[in-house]
């Protein structure tokens, strides 16, 4: 079933188009992310959708609430990780927590400290609780930022950009959480990010827009498979030699072999990964050929999302 | 409306405020001037000026303007007691309703445009709080501290001004008076809820606070004009034309609150993010 569902989503600012008839549905405890480059229109569909600015035409619903025509019940059930941390400096990190738990209608208070302190022990911040926020690091910010996001436990996350300032220990923090909380406790996580990897890791599906339209909506596998038309292997080998590599050529489903001396390493381009490599790998070893070790190469999806950009230029 | 979530936008607010020296120092310095520093020059001043020779002179305009039984209570003084009482108790009034607007201007312009400037605007307005409770909550943290001053500084006025007319008005206590409670119970508060309300739908529509404070400035001229056309002598701040002013501004402050809330768009606030 779907938790957001988004029909035509049309923004303008003037005459400039910020969103484009963006259409996707996202399933309960899905992640599903949302790419493309700076001014792609991810942030301004992420707006609409947590009721902050309205669509100039289609329509979404969040949890079977129309966004136009309920935006506080939309409001109360999703979390939000802005652009910008959005922290009051002047504040302590306890009392920002404090209040956005009190804005999201946290206000029992034995609940509401419990979780304060669960989620400022969880991003190492509880030490600092007392401190005015305008003496934390970028990505102390950033944590107590995400952890914002997630006092009111909501059932829906728009997190924008959530390892942007993160050292790699935080940011594998941040994607273990976001794992966690889609996977065991079912949060529907809408992901907008530069980061392909976080994307990759995290997203069952993702969307890539560009100039506010939709370029390519699918798994990550999905996007992979069309960029490339055949798949391909790698296997390294003690010695080449001409014998193995005619062994190889003369199997009809292989469409390209690649040597590469040294290393050792043929790189094969075939029908299909699973029905032809266990025939490669035979006839390599009937002719002699000593195999080391054997991968599917797969491009990535940071490979996939360049080239799938380009093409729309 | 919830009141609980205008208040915990207020208590926020308030924990900003009281840890912003640039916020406070207005709020407290411009009180000091009128409650100390000017009783202090006016029952001083005019005893000199008239002890030296110096007349009543424009006052007597003044004068003949007043209410027949203040007329009257008049006659009975001398000259400097005259002049004392018609500058501390009538100059003074219309000048002193200029504290809550000072004070509130400074929050007011800071309310929105603070919050824009200070890129925190955004998480605020994904909170479930809504528009009526987010614009009465900025409302009230500029009123509440703004009434705090101007009520101490009528208590500090009142006790200068009472100390230092006591042996000149031989032990006589002049105020507070029925028209100094009217003003700053009644007025002060209607007018600075008027003034609050226009100057936080300024900061919705700018993009700093200094953008806001200059063009809330403007909002001075009426009170300059009180100033002027009491000390002109075109009326007078009696009871019954406060008890007027008093109504006209809780209509207006009605007005301004529901255009304010009406006019309140998340979306202009986000498009003027610096």
Same mark, same amino acid.
């Given at each position: ?28 405890? !899905? %992640? ?90 969880? /991003? ?48 594998? !923090? ?28 995290? $997203? ?12 390519? $909506? ?6 992979? #498979? ?15 030699? @001409?014998? *193995? ?5 003369? *199997? ?11 290393? $050792? ?25 000593? %195999? ?19 093409? %729309?230029? | 409306?919830? /009141? ?43 005893? %000199? ?7 009543? +002179? ?5 004068? !003949? ?10 006659? #009975? ?42 890129? @925190? ?21 500029? /009123? ?16 200068? /001004?009472? &100390?230092? @007319? ?6 006589? *206590?002049?105020?507070?008076? *029925? ?28 993009? +700093? ?11 001075? &001229? ?53």
């Amino acid at each position: 079933m779907s938790i957001i569902e988004v029909d035509g989503l049309t923004k303008f600012y003037n005459s400039l188009v910020a969103v484009d008839h963006i259409s996707f549905k996202i399933k309960e405890g !899905e %992640v599903f992310g949302l790419l493309g480059p700076n001014g792609a229109g991810k942030t301004t569909t992420i707006r609409m959708l947590a009721c902050l600015i309205s669509p100039s035409a289609g329509s979404a619903r969040v949890s079977g609430y129309k966004i136009n025509e309920n935006p506080l019940a939309v409001r109360e059930i999703v979390g939000i990780l802005t652009e910008n941390p959005s922290l009051y400096e002047r504040l302590s990190a306890h009392e920002n927590m404090e209040f956005f738990a009190e804005a999201y209608n946290l206000s029992d208070l034995d609940k509401k400290s419990r979780r304060i302190r669960e989620l400022l022990e969880y /991003f190492d911040l509880w030490e600092r609780k007392n401190d005015k926020v305008a003496t934390f690091s970028k990505g102390m910010k950033q944590k107590l930022a995400l952890a914002r996001a997630l006092v009111h436990n909501p059932p829906i996350l728009f997190l924008d950009e959530p390892t942007a300032g993160l050292d790699p220990e935080s940011a594998k !923090e941040v994607r273990d959480l976001m794992y966690l909380l889609s996977r065991r406790e079912k949060h529907t996580i809408l992901l907008c990010t530069h980061h392909l990897e976080d994307a990759e890791r995290l $997203c069952s599906r993702v969307m890539i827009i560009n100039k506010g339209k939709s370029v390519v $909506c699918g798994t990550p596998d999905e996007l992979r #498979n069309k960029i490339t038309n055949n798949p391909s292997i790698q296997i390294n080998l003690k010695k080449i030699d @001409t014998k *193995i590599i005619e062994a190889v050529k003369k *199997i009809d489903h292989v469409f390209q072999v690649d040597v590469n001396e040294s290393p $050792c390493s043929l790189k094969i381009v075939l029908s299909d990964l699973n029905e032809d490599t266990p025939a490669v790998i035979k006839n390599i070893v009937e002719a002699g050929g000593l %195999v080391l070790s054997v991968k599917a190469l797969q491009p990535s999806l940071e490979e996939a999302y360049l080239k799938l950009i380009k093409e %729309v230029h | 409306m919830r /009141f609980n979530k205008a208040m915990l936008v207020f208590r926020k607010d308030w924990i900003e405020i009281c840890r912003n020296w640039q916020v406070l120092m207005p709020i407290i310095v411009v009180p000091l001037i009128f409650s100390v520093v000017l009783p202090l020059v006016l029952t001083l001043i005019p005893s %000199v000026t008239i002890s030296q020779g110096g007349s009543l +002179g424009e006052l007597e305009v003044f004068i !003949e303007n007043l209410p027949i039984h203040i007329e009257e209570q008049l006659r #009975n003084f001398s000259e400097p007691q005259i002049m004392v009482y018609i500058m501390a108790v009538y100059f003074l009034a219309p000048l002193f309703l200029i504290i809550p607007l000072m004070a509130s201007s400074v929050i007011a312009s800071d309310s929105f445009a603070g919050e824009k400037e200070r890129k @925190t605007i955004e998480a605020l307005l994904a909170t479930p709080i809504s528009d009526e409770e987010l614009f009465f909550g900025k409302m009230l943290v500029s /009123f509440i501290p703004s009434m705090i001053v101007t009520i101490i500084s009528f208590i500090v006025y009142s006790i200068i /001004f009472d &100390i230092m @007319t006591f042996n000149l008005f031989n032990g006589m *206590i002049l105020l507070p008076n *029925i028209d100094w409670i009217l003003l700053i119970f009644g007025l002060a508060p209607t007018l600075a809820l008027a003034s609050i309300g226009l100057t936080v739908m300024i900061s919705v529509r700018v993009k +700093g606070f200094r953008e806001a404070q200059q063009i809330s400035v403007l909002l001075l &001229i009426p009170i300059l004009a009180l100033v002027f056309g009491q000390i002109s002598g075109a009326f007078i701040l009696g009871p019954y034309v406060i008890l007027a002013l008093v109504i006209l501004f809780s209509i207006i402050d009605f007005v301004v609150f529901r255009v304010g809330v009406k006019l309140f768009n998340r979306e202009e606030v986000l498009s003027k993010l610096t």
